[in-house]
């Protein structure tokens, strides 16, 4: 059933002791129970539900609204651990099950870890797996260098930080790109700002899109004429105290002033730049 595991606008068909039953495209019909009945509902009206499976993988509706949907991740709290695998709380009635073959390592309850929601289409039953990279791997690439993504933090590395750009590819954050404080679960806007053969993404925070460096060498230069051409700023500068004039990475700042440098408009001091 292809609403599984997605929110859906579906038509009140019938009630009935258990609920009121809901009519799909496909002329499926899957049970929304009493409770989450609207008082005011009447047949013919139309509702938004989340669709996911019961205890029995039978299609079940709700009007909660999940933590995660098919084919994305999240940060998610375990609850359970059992013969058959662990379970996480995630947002509705029945929590997502882990199985032991989709652990990336021990899961232990209290704990909270990425999981990627997916349908398994032999059972046609929606399962949680934390081992995400294998899932994420397999998406093309659908953007392109400058683009703005969506970020969501999930590892640290010795080079900086591995987040998920717009719940569908791997990019990685490098530390000389970071200018704030960055924290496992962040969700941050970044741009793409490489794509690596493998089809991961270099991924900045700056607010300049990175193929052209024009706007900000401008923006660099506009600064120093009204600062009577020196600007108390060099490539040895902090990122805190270049972020704080220019909102950009330091990386960013030094191409910028590079720029500048090799069309002769700007000469570098030690402590300073200043205007040819």
């Not at 717009?166 to 990685?172: E, L, Q, Y």
Request: glycine fraction near 6%; proline fraction near 4%.
């Amino acid at each position: 059933m292809k609403e599984i595991g997605q929110i859906v606008e579906l038509e009140f068909l019938k009630t009935t002791p258990q609920g009121v039953y809901l009519i799909t495209d496909e002329e499926n019909e899957i049970l929304l129970p009493h409770k989450y009945v609207p008082v005011d509902a009447e047949m013919g009206d139309k509702i938004e539900v989340f669709i996911y499976t019961d205890s029995e993988d039978r299609p079940i509706a709700t009007t909660l609204t999940p933590k995660l949907f098919i084919n994305q991740c999240a940060f998610l709290k375990a609850v359970d651990v059992t013969p058959i695998g662990a379970f996480f709380e995630w947002g509705v009635e029945k929590d997502l099950l882990v199985p032991f073959s989709e652990q990336f390592h021990k899961i232990e309850v209290g704990k909270t870890y990425l999981v990627y929601l997916y349908k398994d289409e032999l059972s046609n039953r929606m399962v949680g797996s934390t081992k995400v990279e294998k899932f994420i791997k397999r998406n093309s690439i659908s953007v392109v260098q400058g683009d703005e993504v969506n970020l969501l933090v999930y590892q640290e590395t010795d080079l900086g930080f591995k987040v998920i750009v717009d719940n569908s590819n791997i990019g990685m954050l490098f530390r000389n790109e970071i200018f704030k404080p960055i924290r496992i679960g962040d969700k941050l806007k970044g741009y793409v700002q490489k794509i690596r053969p493998d089809n991961k993404l270099d991924i900045t925070l700056n607010s300049v899109k990175l193929p052209s460096l024009e706007e900000l060498s401008n923006k660099i230069y506009e600064q120093l004429l009204k600062n009577k051409g020196k600007l108390e700023l060099t490539d040895k500068s902090s990122p805190d105290e270049i972020y704080t004039q220019f909102q950009v990475s330091k990386k960013a700042f030094k191409k910028a002033v590079g720029l500048l440098y090799s069309n002769k408009k700007i000469k570098l001091n030690s402590n300073n730049i200043e205007l040819v």
